[in-house]
């Protein structure tokens, strides 16, 4: 018999709960909630019952006892920055997770309905690799101004995930390999892996680095001082601008990859710059990136839904397979990953870590 774990990944309009033997998923579930029922709670936080109380009746609904687990983990949310790995969650992360300390996100329920629930049966409760985990080596931190320090908000968990995937299949280990992982979806993370940390992200919270569908990437520094500045616009205005209504949104009107690609492929010239564009912003990062590893590196990752897309993954290679062997994870197995954490820690593979 392997280890049973309940695994609960909360988003803005949705609640995943999946039920784990070791890997193999026995039962998942998507819940959906309307814009309505979420308007309905004060805070983030305020959900917690609600949401948790589904949970509970996905557990019925698959004829499990929650007595029968081992341990539930929830999606890490914004917390204070950490270093990857999979943490119990304790008194003080609880705390942060209902503060919100770096940002209200559904993503934060994660931890609280696992806490609860762990508690309840007397198990361990989990996060795994949250989106703020921080291994930046220390030169990597400066921007050119001490008044914007470097923050991070990336793809922790699928890139962290995709890493150890790829070590297991050359029969190496995460942390004796150099990677750079390119997470391509919504938003856009490109990560510098040396030996098992990540020395070097885009904060793609915040729309850094290469554009996307949605956000704008690296902007004009003075163009967008004056934009602020014009009057026209607010500070909603402006910020939707660069994340929301930028990238793809703003050069086609749509952020449907699969639309714009047809459109490529059909010979729409618009279209086809535009993805010109967007894969060799992309290479000139993962050529940044091999700098930061000073060209040592094993493998060029290439992952999240956009990965499904050939004409994408065929033009980025043509730009930096000289680089390194490039390898496809289409989409992201975010359950699996919250699952493969926690198993580390329950066959003692790897400790759980403090918050």
Not at 52 to 62: G, H, Q, S, V
Not at 85 to 94: I, Q
């Amino acid at each position: 018999m392997g280890k049973k774990i309940l695994v609960i990944n909360p988003g803005s309009t949705s609640t995943k709960a999946a039920l784990f033997d070791d890997e193999k998923e026995l039962f998942e579930k998507t819940i959906r909630h309307s814009t309505e029922e979420i308007a309905g709670f004060d805070s983030i936080a305020d959900q917690r019952e609600w949401r948790k109380e589904m949970i509970d009746d996905f557990l019925d609904e698959c004829g499990f006892e929650a007595s029968d687990l081992d341990a539930v983990t929830g999606r890490g949310g914004l917390v204070r920055p950490i270093e990857g790995g999979t943490y119990t969650v304790n008194d003080t992360l609880v705390e942060d997770l209902k503060e919100g300390i770096a940002g209200q996100h559904a993503s934060n329920l994660g931890g609280l309905i696992a806490r609860q629930m762990g508690d309840e049966q007397n198990i361990p409760s989990f996060i795994v690799d949250p989106t703020v985990v921080d291994e930046l080596e220390t030169h990597s931190r400066y921007t050119g101004n001490p008044e914007f320090p470097k923050v991070v908000v990336w793809h922790a968990l699928n890139q962290k995930a995709v890493a150890r995937r790829y070590a297991a299949s050359v029969g190496k280990k995460y942390t004796d390999i150099n990677l750079i992982i390119v997470h391509m979806g919504g938003g856009l993370s490109v990560g510098a892996h040396k030996k098992g940390k990540c020395v070097d992200v885009n904060n793609c919270l915040d729309g850094d680095g290469p554009f996307s569908p949605e956000r704008s990437g690296d902007l004009p520094s003075g163009a967008l001082i004056k934009m602020c500045f014009s009057g026209e616009h607010t500070e909603d205005e402006v910020y939707h601008m660069v994340c929301g209504s930028g990238g793809f949104n703003a050069y086609y009107g749509t952020n449907n990859t699969i639309e714009i690609q047809k459109d490529a492929e059909a010979g729409v010239e618009k279209a086809q710059e535009l993805f010109d564009a967007f894969t060799y912003s992309i290479a000139k990062e993962i050529g940044a990136l091999a700098a930061a590893l000073n060209g040592k590196v094993d493998a060029i990752l290439l992952t999240g839904g956009i990965a499904h897309s050939n004409l994408v993954v065929e033009e980025i290679e043509e730009h930096v397979s000289w680089i390194a062997p490039v390898k496809v994870y289409a989409g992201e197995d975010e359950m699996l990953a919250l699952a493969q954490g926690t198993l580390r820690v329950l066959n003692g593979e790897e400790d759980a870590k403090e918050y």
